[in-house]
């Protein structure tokens, strides 16, 4: 399994911003996609944002299209998440994982961060 590293939450008020990081060191060919998902409490695990390395193809989860944007950092190793217009509703703890190819779907990734909290407040 690739150990990832997460960083970057904390608390905020809503309309506010946060930018998490993810970082997947070492030498790894065997993933092409980093993701982020994020899980409230009582509610299952839901994909946020998809990236595929080298070309930066992105998708994203409708509910944060226009608030949210997926990038890679200098290398194709790191990989953010920029969140603006943060609502109460996007509290939840924050993951980020890698797979061979991209999908939304959780349960199509076997290697993931330790999570990070993201506490938004009205």
């Known amino acids: 399994q690739v150990q990832l590293v997460e960083s970057g939450g904390g608390s905020v008020q809503a309309g506010g911003s946060l930018r998490l990081s993810c970082a997947a060191p070492?030498?790894?060919?065997?993933?092409?996609?980093m993701a982020w998902f994020r899980q409230a409490p009582g509610k299952e695990r839901e994909g946020v944002a998809t990236?595929?390395?080298?070309?930066?193809?992105?998708t994203y989860a409708d509910s944060v299209k226009g608030r949210f944007t997926i990038s890679q950092g200098s290398t194709q190793y790191i990989v953010y998440l920029q969140m603006n217009s943060l609502k109460p509703e996007d509290t939840a703890m924050y993951y980020c994982?890698?797979?061979?190819?991209?999908?939304?779907?959780?349960?199509?990734?076997?290697?993931w961060g330790q999570g990070i909290q993201v506490t938004v407040s009205s």
């Open positions: 994982a890698v797979s061979p190819v991209c999908s939304m779907r959780h349960r199509n990734y076997d290697s």
């Open positions: 070492g030498l790894i060919h065997s993933f092409n996609c």
């Open positions: 990236i595929y390395r080298g070309s930066g193809t992105a």
